[in-house]
């Protein structure tokens, strides 16, 4: 009987930390790769967001809210921040 109860002391006492750990973790990037990925969708929806605020302004045609949004894209590929919108002149 002490046996028995010594086994099932000592199987607890392993048994815990492996069972706590099974559950899943939080979920957050493992790698770089998964980094990147979340990057993109980052400056995916504020290259959105600079395209609407653009077309709901009224002072820029299509054309340069296009290059607006291009141009947030292009800054988050090259690791620049994508808080600020750029604007474009129109030449004279």
Known sequence: MEKIVGLLALLAFVGAPLAMNAY?????????????RDDRRDTRQTSRAV????KAGDEKN????RQDKRD?????????????????????
């Not at 899943?24 to 990147?36: F, K, S």
């Not at 299509?62 to 809210?65: F, K, L, P």
């Open 24 to 36: 899943p973790q939080p979920a957050q990037a493992q790698t770089r790769g998964m980094e990147n």
């Open 51 to 54: 395209k609407h605020e653009c």
């Open 62 to 65: 299509r054309s340069e809210c």
């Open 72 to 92: 947030v894209k292009q800054d988050g590929r090259h690791g620049q921040s994508t808080t600020t919108t750029t604007t474009t002149t129109k030449p004279k």
